[in-house]
């Protein structure tokens, strides 16, 4: 005999959630619930959930939420099979929210999508990609090689296609780790690793933990890793909020007073910050992965650094390799993080309360920019410039996003959800006038400190 299926309230579900913001504190907390498709799932301590979960630590975000559109966005069927492992009940049926018809078009279009063949991708396109892309580093290291002891000029232009390749590498790797491009997820990894890691000098854990929580909570204040920019740049008034907790307040307060100003300057210098993250994220005795792939991912980080020092100082004069690496190390963190700031900055920051609001896919329409699709922006932005439709559909390869964006539209259109598309220089000025809007917010809250 089989006993009741046990049920829960939203308020069960949410208080399961306070306190746990790392693995540790998940691990040692009881409970951590989430509800997928109205069932309730624990992936809290003594479930065994993320030494299992390929996802990682990902799955934190969405602790003590509704995880549906997060679990529908990332997972195969293999996943689905998986889930019996962690249920623990149902939702209490007058709990159970009432149809979405939104979320139910959403479903309608994922299906319309996969009947058009959009899932499927074009081996071929990648090929192109793999093979100009590495053919950028090609000609950088050509001209190294000939001219990197002779000419300062010939270095800033080896420079410069160092940082486009690391550029379009970041693109690829992300086509990749999205898994937009194999079935079998082994393969797109196994090319991530030699893009991500080898190539660019990111490692694939470190970005899979990253760049997935941003997918899960997109402008999220205390969430999105993305937008967590103090005390360089404050991307709402929540993050103003923080001046008190900082331990570098005065540091944030000259950045935030100038950020509108300093705001390209800063972004040069985020490849650097996130190479640094990449080998401390692999490092220490508390690591998030397992020692194989803490094995593979510092041998393929050493890969990288082994070939980028002996190229520039086998080919140049010390002098001309700083140069080199000073040019493709800002300039490349210049090309990503416009790309990046572009995407989601400057649009709507929400805190945990009003995301709740909003169904995933909704606050996915409702944090991103698309840019218009031409040649240029396509190549740019490594077709990021369909930001709206990557976020909803991830696995969707880079080559078919154009097949979602009217459809996409029209359902926008249907159910009065606000979608913004505009160009890169648009998005560009939208970016720095919320930056100075920032600014004086914050001078305000200073007088106000100072008078009181
Ligand atoms: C009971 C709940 C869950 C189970 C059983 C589960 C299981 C799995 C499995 C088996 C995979 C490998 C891919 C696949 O076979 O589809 C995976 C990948 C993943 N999961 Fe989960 N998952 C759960 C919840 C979540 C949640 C709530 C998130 C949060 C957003 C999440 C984020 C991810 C991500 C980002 C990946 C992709 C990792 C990669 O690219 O390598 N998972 N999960």
Not at 81 to 100: I, R, T
């Amino acid at each position: 005999m089989t006993g009741a299926i046990k049920t829960f309230t939203w308020a069960e579900v949410e208080q399961s959630a306070l306190k746990k913001t790392t693995v540790d504190d998940v691990e040692n907390g009881g409970p951590a619930l989430m509800v997928i498709h109205n069932k309730v799932y624990d992936i809290g301590a003594g479930t065994g959930f993320f030494r299992f979960h390929p996802g990682g630590a990902v799955a934190i975000s969405q602790i003590g939420k509704d995880a549906s559109g997060a679990f529908e966005v990332f997972h195969t069927e293999n996943a689905e099979s998986m889930m019996s492992d962690f249920y623990v009940g149902d939702l209490a049926p007058k709990e159970v929210p009432k149809p979405n018809p939104f979320k139910e078009d959403v479903n309608e279009l994922r299906n319309k999508l996969i009947a058009m063949g959009a899932f499927k991708s074009n081996k071929l396109y990648y090929v192109w990609k793999l093979v100009s892309t590495f053919s950028i580093c090609a000609a950088s290291a050509a001209i190294l090689i000939n001219y990197g002891r002779t000419s300062t000029l010939a270095v800033i232009a080896a420079g410069s296609l160092m940082a486009i390749f690391w550029q379009q590498s970041g693109w690829l790797a992300h086509d990749f780790l999205h898994h937009q491009v194999f079935k079998n997820r082994f393969y797109n990894n196994v090319v991530g690793y030699i893009v991500g890691n080898v190539w660019q000098g990111f490692s694939v854990s470190w970005w899979k933990d990253k760049h997935c929580t941003h997918h899960s909570v997109p402008n999220v204040h205390g969430e999105d890793p993305d937008i967590n920019t103090m005390p360089f740049l404050a991307w709402s008034e929540h993050a103003l909020e923080l001046f008190h907790d900082l331990k570098d307040a005065d540091a944030a307060r000259f950045f935030v007073n100038y950020q509108a100003t300093l705001f390209f300057p800063i972004l040069g210098v985020a490849r650097l910050a996130w190479c640094f993250s990449s080998v401390r994220f692999n490092m220490g005795d508390k690591l998030l992965i397992s020692p194989t792939v803490a094995f593979w991912e510092k041998s393929t980080l050493a890969a990288h650094y082994i070939w980028l020092l002996s190229l520039t100082f086998t080919f140049c004069t010390p002098l001309l390799g700083l140069l080199f690496l000073f040019v493709a190390e800002c300039g490349c963190g210049l090309l990503l993080a416009f790309v990046f700031t572009v995407n989601h900055n400057g649009m709507p920051v929400y805190t945990t309360e009003e995301s709740k609001k909003y169904d995933f896919y909704e606050l996915q329409i409702r944090t991103g920019r698309d840019v218009y699709s031409n040649l240029f922006s396509d190549w740019f932005t490594g077709g990021l410039n369909y930001q709206v439709e990557h976020h909803m559909f991830p696995t969707l390869p880079r080559h078919n996003f154009y097949m979602s964006q009217g459809l996409v539209e029209e359902l926008c259109k249907k159910h009065n959800v606000p979608f913004h598309k505009t160009t890169l220089v648009g998005g560009t000025g939208e970016i720095l006038a919320r930056l100075a809007q920032l600014s004086n917010a914050a001078n305000k809250i200073r007088r106000i400190e100072k008078k009181n």
